[in-house]
């Protein structure tokens, strides 16, 4: 499509951390790369702080500032509002953009608790607005590989999925919990730890690929019981799980295991999945991500084994829009293929995955892992 044809969309963002900038450059970009109905115009950028907010303009070419989410989901200018911002400001941000009848983009975790992702799933189910929510892994080209895989029944039957999300950021007893940049360990912000951060991302993707989880049997931890609060000052008790893993069964009669934390000593996100059909299996790990390895038992035995694809070709999932074969594409190119995907769904009237309801699966399986852990027991994850 010829870029004078492209209609206007005025995007507002919300929040100028670390997905504020994601997102900033995801649409910036993605008319160079992708032939899409719309776009993207940075209209405003939206932080508390109005010096930071107009160096963020300043940086990445925003029109103008705003420093309260509220006006900025009220302003005429504004066709489309995105939640760049902490767990805690999810569900109030999306319900009056939906409300002002703004199309809503939002990261995950949807809310801190599945009443407030219900809540925001009626919001924009009511208003009838497109929506969307930032489960950005599904878009790394190696993992839609595995999807076309799988959705082509060349696994067959599955019988196990395994994933682990590691990190090992919080180690430090005299790291502080809370405010800017340290919100995560503060439960009242989160939600919940690792359980709702980094787990949130393998459940959304492992659903993607494998369906519905039945039900869940969990265990958390919180290795360390207080840390001082930035806010107040004072040691305050922490109440994330630092970790978290749960068993799992999913709906197709496959068996699961799960796995996150923080305390992971030389991790810094190994996110990896692991597959097993009756006719082959799959191996991806964020840390090569654009490899996938396959092993496909119906090859002639005298050389089957497991394959390393580097997932670099044209007739790779969005590849072609990119380089030449064999040049590699990284992180941040998902959040251009996750704004890509929203747009030509604008244009063809099909939405693009994952809406609030679908990431409302997520947030069900997440309750009931924190639930299991609390109650020592298995439970049936809501749907
Ligand atoms: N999709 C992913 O892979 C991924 C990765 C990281 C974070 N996230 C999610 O993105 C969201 C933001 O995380 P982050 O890592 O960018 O955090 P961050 O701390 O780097 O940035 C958050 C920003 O929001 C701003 N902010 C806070 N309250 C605000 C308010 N009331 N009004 C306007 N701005 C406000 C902060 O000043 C900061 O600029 C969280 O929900 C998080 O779970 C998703």
């Known amino acids: 499509m010829a870029g004078n044809n492209m209609k206007k969309l005025?995007?507002?963002?919300?929040?100028?951390?670390?997905?504020?900038?994601?997102?900033?450059?995801?649409?910036?970009?993605?008319?160079?790369?992708?032939?899409?109905?719309?776009?993207?115009?940075?209209?405003?950028?939206?932080a508390r702080n109005g010096d930071r907010a107009q160096s963020f303009a300043d940086k990445w070419g925003y029109e103008s500032i705003e420093t309260d989410w509220r006006k900025l989901v009220e302003s005429p200018d504004i066709d489309l509002i995105d939640i760049a911002s902490p767990n805690d400001t999810h569900a109030e941000i999306a319900i009056a953009a939906a409300k002002a009848g703004k199309m809503v983009m939002c990261e995950k975790p949807l809310g801190r608790t599945p009443a407030e992702s219900e809540a925001m799933v009626?919001?924009?189910?009511?208003?009838?607005?497109?929506n969307m929510v930032?489960?950005?892994?599904?878009?790394?080209?190696?993992?839609?590989?595995?999807?076309?895989?799988?959705?082509?029944?060349?696994?067959?039957?599955?019988?196990?999925?395994?994933?682990?999300?590691?990190?090992?950021?919080?180690?430090?007893?005299?790291?502080?919990?809370?405010?800017e940049g340290l919100w995560r360990l503060d439960a009242s912000v989160a939600g919940s730890g690792v359980t709702g951060d980094l787990l949130a991302h393998n459940i959304d993707t492992a659903m993607w690929l494998n369906g519905q989880i039945e039900e869940v049997t969990a265990m958390t931890e919180t290795f360390i019981k207080t840390r001082k609060h930035n806010l107040t000052g004072k040691d305050e008790p922490v109440r994330i799980d630092d970790a978290s893993a749960f068993l799992a069964r999913f709906q197709n009669?496959?068996?699961?295991t799960f796995e996150a934390t923080r305390y992971a000593r030389g991790h810094k996100a190994l996110y990896t999945l692991e597959i097993n059909g009756e006719n082959g299996s799959i191996?991806?790990?964020?840390?090569?991500?654009?490899?996938?390895?396959?092993?496909?038992?119906?090859?002639?035995?005298?050389?089957?084994?497991?394959?390393?694809?580097h997932v670099t070709d044209s007739d790779h999932p969005y590849m072609k829009q990119w380089w030449v074969p064999g040049l590699q594409i990284g992180y941040e190119h998902t959040f251009i293929h996750q704004v890509a995907d929203f747009l030509s769904g604008l244009g063809s009237?099909?939405?693009?995955?994952?809406?609030?309801?679908?990431?409302?699966?997520?947030?069900?399986?997440?309750?009931?892992?924190?639930?299991?852990?609390?109650?020592?027991?298995?439970v049936k994850v809501a749907s």
């Not at 892994?137 to 959705?151: E, G, H, N, T």
């Not at 009669?253 to 699961?256: P, R, T, W, Y």
């Open 122 to 130: 009626k919001a924009v189910e009511d208003a009838g607005v497109a």
């Open 283 to 309: 191996i991806w790990d964020l840390h090569d991500l654009h490899r996938l390895q396959f092993f496909d038992y119906r090859d002639e035995s005298r050389l089957r084994g497991w394959r390393s694809i």
């Open 253 to 256: 009669g496959s068996l699961a």
């Open 134 to 179: 930032w489960y950005n892994y599904r878009r790394v080209p190696a993992v839609m590989l595995d999807k076309q895989l799988i959705d082509e029944g060349r696994l067959g039957r599955i019988f196990h999925y395994r994933t682990v999300f590691l990190q090992d950021w919080t180690i430090s007893s005299d790291l502080p919990q809370g405010g």
């Open 349 to 378: 009237g099909v939405a693009a995955a994952p809406s609030f309801r679908e990431a409302l699966l997520t947030d069900y399986v997440t309750d009931a892992v924190l639930q299991s852990a609390a109650n020592r027991s298995w």
């Open 10 to 46: 005025n995007i507002g963002v919300i929040g100028c951390g670390f997905m504020g900038r994601t997102h900033s450059n995801a649409f910036s970009k993605v008319t160079n790369f992708f032939d899409v109905p719309y776009r993207p115009v940075l209209k405003t950028i939206c």
